[in-house]
């Protein structure tokens, strides 16, 4: 669909104007070709109001074009980033199924939610060895190693139900409630 129909159909220019800026192309084309005969150089033609409403609809169209693309990419971006949480959550789960202690922890900052763990595995727990962290609204928790909580903040903090991180320089909220709990 050539721009002078898209303008037609859109109502942004009329028939008569579509059939004027027809004959003005028309008639800068022969001018232009008689010119080549001649071996001259055309003079720069003058914008008309039409070839000017007609680029800027243009224009419009492809920053509107490129918005889309950006909005898309950024999209596709999180969800390969979700997909790769996913992956390293249930390929490495440490969870052991005769685990009877229940370990507790405030998960969406708001809910107190428990998950069993043995004795070696909460005390890898409290020194930040070992994460635990979910991605559905089920409340499927997996406990992971620290590394791969590591990697899993990298694609979003989200994921991460409770990690308490006791490298240099990590303030985590978490870290925070383990040393006050240790004090009580």
Do not use: W
């Not at 192309?25 to 033609?45: F, I, N, V, W």
């Not at 590394?147 to 979003?156: M, P, T, Y």
């Amino acid at each position: 669909m050539s721009l002078r129909e898209q303008l037609l159909k859109s109502g942004l220019a009329s028939q008569q104007q579509v059939k004027r800026a027809e004959r003005e192309s028309k008639k800068r084309q022969h001018e232009e070709l008689g010119q080549k005969k001649q071996g001259t150089k055309p003079p720069a033609a003058a914008a008309g109001p039409a070839d000017i409403n007609a680029q800027a609809i243009l224009e419009e169209q492809r920053r509107a074009d490129r918005e889309r693309s950006r909005v898309q990419e950024e999209e596709r971006r999180l969800q390969e980033l979700r997909s790769r949480a996913i992956d390293i959550m249930v390929h490495n789960d440490l969870s052991d199924p005769r685990a009877t202690i229940p370990y507790y922890f405030v998960y969406d900052r708001q809910k107190i939610s428990s998950f069993r763990v043995n004795e070696v595995q909460q005390l890898q727990l409290a020194q930040g060895q070992l994460a635990i962290a979910s991605f559905d609204e089920f409340e499927r928790f997996y406990l992971i190693s620290r590394d791969n909580a590591l990697k899993i903040a990298l694609c979003g903090q989200t994921y991460l139900a409770c990690f308490h991180d006791k490298s240099e320089g990590a303030s985590g909220s978490a870290s925070r409630e383990i040393e006050a709990e240790s004090r009580v």
